[in-house]
């Protein structure tokens, strides 16, 4: 009734068809995420958790922004006892202080495009201009 010399070669197949995408991402290297690095100045922590500051950073820049600029609340942010002033610049890249090496291994990664960089600076750039005056 079952031929064996068929079922068994396509019940191969099968399997292999089904776990295709996971044996194909374990050897693919597209899909090795990217390694980001960590202040160099040596702190310990985020203004969050690491897994909160993954998931949400995009929309806490965005509450800052607004909580800044339209509500004037200036208050500051403590981490690790130190004070910084919300925003890209006074916070962010005061810790994060290699863009390319931070925020953008990230970005590059998943295609995402960052325009803040159009109006702020990141330290490289300030730094440069300084030089100039
Ligand atoms: C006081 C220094 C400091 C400030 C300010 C700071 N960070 Fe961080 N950030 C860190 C440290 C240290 C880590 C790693 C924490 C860990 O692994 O537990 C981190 C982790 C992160 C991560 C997660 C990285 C990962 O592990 O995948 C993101 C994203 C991030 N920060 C973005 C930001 C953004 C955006 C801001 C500004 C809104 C900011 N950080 C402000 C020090 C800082
Ligand atoms: C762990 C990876 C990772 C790191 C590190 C990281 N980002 Fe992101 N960022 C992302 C991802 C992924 C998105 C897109 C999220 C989405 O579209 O929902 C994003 C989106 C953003 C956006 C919103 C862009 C838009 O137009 O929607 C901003 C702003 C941003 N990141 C700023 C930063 C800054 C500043 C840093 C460095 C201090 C940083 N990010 C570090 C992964 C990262
Ligand atoms: C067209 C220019 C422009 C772009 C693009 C831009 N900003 Fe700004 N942003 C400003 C200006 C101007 C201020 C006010 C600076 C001040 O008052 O000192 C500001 C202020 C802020 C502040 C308040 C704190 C601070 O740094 O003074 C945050 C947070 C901020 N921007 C985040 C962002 C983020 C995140 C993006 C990208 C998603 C972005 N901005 C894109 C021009 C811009």
Redesign the pocket.
Known sequence: MYNKGTIIPGLVIFVLLVTFPIWFNAFSTASTV?K?ELPPGGEKECVASATE??AK??VL??EWRDDVLRSGNKTAVTVGGKEYRRG?QTA??QC?TN?DK??????T??S?????WDCHLTPDVAAAKKEKH
């Open positions: 990217p980001i500051m993954r950073h995009m820049l965005n890209l962010c890249m994060h863009k931070f925020c953008d291994s990230c970005h990664y998943t995402v495009n960052v325009y803040c």
